[in-house]
């Protein structure tokens, strides 16, 4: 009988966060993949929808806050969770549109009790294309701006 891999997309400015975690939840069965930063993340979206988003907050270009606020409305159906160092607690920080929080350095336990968590389901349905979205976006190469192309990616998630 063949079990897919649940698709999980873990975004984090900190190489050293994204390669431990990736590693992990590799090890752990998941399909996983990358991302620097919320522009990159909707790069990935756009090749493969995950089942999983773990996103960090606070990072340059586009945050964590602007990507699941983003994910929130076009893909209600994907599981968000949020984390930050900035942040403790278990309770979602006010404005963060999230399932769930993470308060980095409280235990790998704790992630993957979240990660066990079924996502919410009271959302509405998912709004028309983020590839509109997405291609309406300009940068200019700096923090806090927007990419004026998102180049093709035609990997998937690893299997």
């Not at 069965?29 to 909707?42: I, K, N, P």
């Not at 076009?74 to 309770?91: C, N, R």
């Not at 999230?98 to 009271?122: C, H, I, R, V, W």
Request: charged residues 20%; aromatic residues 6%.
């Amino acid at each position: 009988m063949f079990h897919a891999k649940v698709r999980l997309l873990i975004v984090d400015d900190e190489p050293s966060i994204r390669i431990l975690m990736s590693h992990l939840f590799t090890e752990l069965g998941y399909s996983v993949r990358s991302a620097e930063d919320g522009f990159s993340a909707l790069r990935h979206i756009r090749s493969e929808l995950p089942e999983i988003i773990l996103s960090d907050l606070n990072m340059p270009g586009m945050s964590g806050f602007e990507l699941l606020s983003v994910v929130r409305r076009q893909f209600p159906a994907i599981h968000t969770i949020a984390m930050s160092g900035a942040f403790s607690g278990i309770e979602i920080p006010p404005g963060v549109e999230a399932d769930a929080f993470y308060e980095k350095g409280s235990g790998m336990g704790a992630l993957l009790q979240l990660l066990g968590t079924p996502p919410k389901m009271n959302r509405p349905a998912p709004q028309p294309s983020l590839m509109r979205e997405i291609a309406s976006i300009r940068y200019n190469g700096s923090a806090g701006s927007r990419p004026s192309q998102l180049p093709e990616e035609s990997s998937g998630f690893s299997a």
